[in-house]
């Protein structure tokens, strides 16, 4: 039993799913959305407030600029992309805290939110002061 409950506590430390990621950008919560996709993929369509940030240029230099207080929350287009897992590992390994988008974007817009980009979709969308 104990392993199961660390396992499931380990999973919600490291995952957040659609609905608690726009109820965290719609309380203003300590946190950036990076996309971890090439940025053509970011600025066809994006989660609102996300930041591009290809899991392949996460390095030292081009994060330095990023506060290490923050929570980040990593995605990809969906369960058919691991650039969201490779980008938490990344960022992690750089001393940042991470959590993974379970469904990445293809999820997001399933659970009804709003996109933006040159292709955005139609939805609810994030109302915060980020």
């Not at 109820?23 to 090439?38: F, G, Q």
């Not at 290490?68 to 992309?81: E, F, L, S, V, W």
Request: glycine letters at 8%; proline letters at 3%.
């Amino acid at each position: 039993m104990k392993d199961q409950i660390k396992f499931y506590e380990n999973k919600l430390a490291y995952e957040m799913d659609p609905a608690d990621l726009y109820e965290a950008l719609e309380n203003n919560l300590d946190i950036v959305v990076i996309d971890t996709r090439k940025a053509f993929g970011y600025e066809k369509e994006h989660i609102p407030t996300a930041i591009n940030l290809p899991h392949r240029e996460m390095t030292k230099e081009n994060t330095k600029h990023l506060d290490k207080r923050k929570t980040y929350i990593c995605y990809c287009d969906g369960i058919g992309c691991n650039g969201s897992t490779r980008g938490a590992l990344a960022m992690a390994k750089l001393g940042f805290t991470v959590k993974e988008l379970i469904g990445g974007l293809t999820w997001w817009k399933f659970d009804g939110y709003a996109t933006l980009g040159t292709h955005p979709s139609k939805g609810t969308l994030v109302q915060c002061a980020c």
